[in-house]
């Protein structure tokens, strides 16, 4: 990567949104956060980031209805998301792919393989 990328994490657990995040600063990566799916779509067209970490299963606008959302608006269909959840249920990978998700990966995610896997996306 060239440039210092943007990453965009989202989820409802603080822990894991600031444990992604400064994991990813220490990488190098900018990185903001959001605590649900209403929120990752205001920050998705306000900041524009490179890629987006979206956690699955949120209350409210759930990371699957805001992935089908931001593939859909023309300002942010070209944000590349990573769908993060703890379900290993492969009919929820089946939705995040059906909303268009990048890539899938299920947690506990390592710090380290969620970079890896936004390194080979970036």
Do not use: N
């Not at 990567?1 to 190098?28: E, I, K």
């Not at 990185?31 to 900041?47: H, W, Y």
């Not at 299920?106 to 890896?116: I, M, V």
Request: proline share 6%; with cysteine.
């Amino acid at each position: 990567m060239t440039a210092s990328p943007l990453v965009l994490v989202v989820d409802d657990m603080s822990d894991m949104r600031d444990l992604y995040s400064f994991y990813l600063r220490y990488m190098g990566m900018r990185a903001e956060s959001a605590a649900d799916g209403l929120e990752a779509l205001v920050k998705a067209r306000e900041l524009k980031p490179d890629l987006i970490v979206m956690d699955l299963m949120m209350p409210g606008i759930t990371g699957i209805e805001a992935i089908r959302r931001l593939k859909e608006e023309e300002l942010t269909r070209g944000i590349v998301i990573i769908a993060l959840t703890s379900s290993h249920d492969p009919e929820m990978k089946r939705a995040a792919l059906d909303a268009r998700c990048d890539a899938f990966l299920t947690k506990p995610c390592p710090p380290d393989a969620l970079t890896a896997e936004i390194r080979r996306l970036l």
